[in-house]
């Protein structure tokens, strides 16, 4: 990563925070259903038999409606359990966002208490977090590198799908080779195709 990305980076990052704080509760409640409701109706969801989602933090998008679409379709839901050591995420089988099934790890993060770890390969679509995204689908995340790591694990045929208010989208997002890009972006107030197939820039 040349310095000058790396810089451009790091004042998103500073940017996005900002924009996510300046979020009233309900601001986020209501645009976090909407986007949802998107997801919930586009063809590559309904399609999915094996979903990943994420375990929202507090600022985030608030994933737990496709949760509980997914359990109430009877489909496969797994959720990331990050082993910070080894810095990778592995996808665990969940039936339940409940606090019974979830405890906090050491960095603060949900994660499922117990659960079948599922191979990267049998999941069918992954919904992606981020503190930003541009309309090409590239996505800017926290630093670690963890969801760049992870969806190269995927079978090409699986989808990606990142998920964000429509306050964190941006024009243009600088990327490095080891970044990698989702399929589709949806926010509360659109969707965009990004491209035709999963690639690093």
Known sequence: MTEQIKQRK???????????????????????AAACAKVVAHET????????????????????????RCFQDGRTVCVPRVDWKRREMDPV????????YM??????????RHGRVMLP??????????????????????GGGFYD???????????????????????????DVSDMSVDILVTDRRISIARASRSRH
């Not at 924009?19 to 209501?30: D, I």
């Not at 999915?48 to 985030?60: D, F, K, N, R, T």
């Not at 089988?93 to 019974?100: A, G, I, L």
Request: charged letters at 30%; aromatic letters at 6%; zero cysteines.
């Open 149 to 175: 790591r992870f969806l190269a694990r995927l079978r090409p045929s699986a989808a990606t799908i990142g998920i964000a208010f429509d306050v964190q989208v941006i024009e243009d997002l600088p990327a």
């Open 103 to 112: 405890e906090i790890d050491e960095h603060g993060l949900r994660t499922p």
């Open 10 to 32: 790091s004042e998103i990052r500073a940017d996005m925070r900002a924009r996510l704080s300046a979020m009233r509760e309900e601001e986020r409640r209501t645009a976090s």
């Open 93 to 100: 089988d969940v039936t339940s966002f409940d606090d019974h």
């Open 45 to 68: 969801f309904r399609h999915a038999g094996a979903v990943m989602l994420y375990m929202p933090l507090s600022m985030e998008l608030d994933v737990t409606g496709l949760a509980i």
């Open 121 to 142: 390969t049998a999941i069918d679509l992954v919904i992606v977090p981020g503190l930003a995204f541009d309309t090409s689908g590239r996505r800017l995340g926290r």
